[in-house]
């Protein structure tokens, strides 16, 4: 059972840690959004509507995953006022390391996938032209739902 000092000592670190961590996935998840969206561009082939909607998508999972992985380490913590920094600091730590891991593994993937992403949105504008073409009611329907 905890001593009033150390449930004190405790939920200091788990505010220090939150505070900390969270704030830096907001101010990550930010850079990342502003600044990745032109490559994000360059990777669909110019496309910016498909770029935007990617880098959407990109800082919700981001997020998601993130304050996840934070809650997740808020588990088992015995601190007392002598491992109060050093106890917030490797976690704040480790959740530095894995956003920074996530964000190269992200770059990777659309690096890898962006061009085949953008010539299958290609094909499916195409798709709805020549359906667009052949029957002008179900161009209006494939329209109206953009």
Request: aromatic share 10%; glycine share 8%.
């Amino acid at each position: 059972m905890l001593e009033l000092g150390d449930f004190v000592m405790t939920h200091i670190a788990y505010g220090l840690y939150l505070a900390i961590s969270i704030g830096m996935t907001i101010w990550v998840a930010r850079a990342l959004s502003s600044n990745g969206e032109v490559f994000l561009v360059r990777c669909f082939g110019q496309d910016r509507e498909l770029a935007t909607s990617t880098n959407r998508l990109l800082v919700i999972g981001f997020y998601l995953v993130n304050l996840g992985f934070i809650s997740y380490r808020l588990n088992d913590w015995q601190v007392d006022t002598v491992a109060l920094i050093p106890e917030v600091g490797s976690r704040v730590g480790i959740s530095l390391l894995v956003l920074g891991l996530m964000h190269f593994f992200n770059m990777l993937l659309i690096a890898r996938f962006g061009r085949a992403v953008k010539e299958w949105a290609e094909e499916q504008e195409w798709t709805e032209e020549q359906a667009a073409e052949t029957d002008p009611d179900a161009g209006l329907t494939l329209r109206t739902r953009r």
